[in-house]
């Protein structure tokens, strides 16, 4: 596909994600669905054919922008699998109505396991948070508006501070938030009563990817016994990860954990900036979706029902 053919929008939805000015895997999916829904509104292919090349093209540019959160091929997978026909109406009104069933679908699923989460959680509870996942929320904005008082200790998440966005969304919902570094989540496990977290993408064998500091969290947790409750949608559920594939882990800018002062200063070292980590199901209590709580080792079950046996990768040509 001629770059030329790229609809404005697909263009700033990529490069949103890229920098991160579009963040969280359920709202990178969400953005990735739009840039579909904009090729095909705004595409002037002339044949069906052609229109369907350049979904996929746009489908494989989004794929690239951030490898780890399997919301993204997820998003583009519901997509292309729904979207075709013999003329170019009929593929740019199955492409448009199935972007909007998406992301309907990815509303009502963040409100159901909200409430899946939320029945966990019990009046006058504290709940330790790490990065900033609008799946968590979702179970305390459920908890909340069932009239139960929550009080929140919130890791600052290094080194990108997404803690501050979860401080500022959760104080709104009337939560009572004291920030912490990440490096004091050990000193004030004894206060908490739930790890509350969000996930990038959860492996077949129900390993849990999420922000960089997610494992160490959850070890220090199991240590003093506080169960750790990951919120993850089925759009979390990686496929791929069923034939044995690994998620791959992205490695990010060295500018994030150093600036250029810090970096002279210091002097000749490498500095590595993982941006996510893998918890083993171990050490984790319950995996909340929309489809109910599971123990991550029976999350497979649910991942074979929703994908069958493997995936599917609707934007390679044919
Ligand atoms: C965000 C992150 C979040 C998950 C889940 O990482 O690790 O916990 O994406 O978020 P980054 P949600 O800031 O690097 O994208 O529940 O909103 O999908």
């Known amino acids: 596909m001629d770059r030329a053919d790229l609809q404005p929008r697909v263009r700033d939805v990529a490069g949103a994600i890229e920098t991160m000015e579009t963040r969280g895997a359920a709202n990178i999916a969400d953005a990735a669905a739009d840039a579909l829904r904009a090729q095909a509104d705004g595409s002037e292919a002339e044949t069906a054919a052609a229109l369907l090349a350049e979904l996929r093209?746009?489908?494989?540019?989004?794929?690239?922008?951030?490898?780890?959160?399997?919301?993204?091929?997820?998003a583009c997978r519901y997509v292309l699998r729904r979207t075709g026909g013999d003329s170019?109406?009929?593929?740019?009104?199955?492409?448009v109505e199935s972007v909007a069933e998406f992301r309907a679908r990815l509303e009502t699923a963040q409100r159901d396991l909200g409430q899946v989460g939320?029945?966990?959680?019990r009046d006058g509870d504290t709940i330790m948070t790490h990065c900033h996942s609008t799946d968590a929320l979702a179970c305390v904005e459920a908890a909340v508006d069932d009239g139960k008082a929550l009080t929140a200790l919130v890791k600052e998440t290094r080194?990108?501070?997404?803690?501050?966005?979860?401080?500022?969304e959760l104080t709104e919902l009337g939560v009572d938030v004291t920030m912490v570094v990440d490096s004091a989540a050990r000193r004030y496990m004894n206060e908490v009563d739930h790890v509350l977290v969000g996930a990038d993408a959860i492996a077949a064998d129900g390993s849990v990817v999420n922000k960089i500091g997610t494992s160490g969290l959850a070890v220090v947790a199991r240590e003093r016994g506080t169960p750790?409750?990951?919120?993850?949608?089925?759009?979390?559920?990686?496929?791929?990860?069923?034939?044995?594939?690994?998620?791959?882990?992205?490695?990010?800018e060295e500018s994030e954990v150093l600036d250029e002062t810090e970096r002279e200063a210091i002097g000749d070292i490498s500095v590595e900036n993982p941006a996510f980590d893998v918890t083993p199901p171990r050490y984790v209590d319950a995996i909340v979706t929309e489809r109910g709580q599971f123990p991550p080792e029976?999350?497979?079950?649910?991942?074979?029902?929703?994908?069958?046996?493997?995936?599917?990768?609707?934007?390679q040509e044919p």
């Open 228 to 252: 750790v409750v990951v919120a993850a949608g089925t759009l979390k559920l990686d496929p791929a990860t069923m034939t044995g594939n690994a998620v791959e882990i992205e490695m990010r």
């Open 298 to 315: 029976s999350i497979v079950t649910l991942m074979r029902e929703l994908f069958g046996e493997g995936p599917t990768e609707p934007w």
């Open 57 to 74: 093209a746009v489908a494989r540019l989004l794929l690239a922008t951030r490898p780890t959160a399997v919301s993204l091929p997820n």
């Open 88 to 95: 170019v109406e009929a593929v740019r009104a199955s492409a």
């Open 118 to 121: 939320a029945n966990r959680l």
């Open 159 to 168: 080194p990108r501070k997404q803690g501050h966005i979860t401080a500022r």
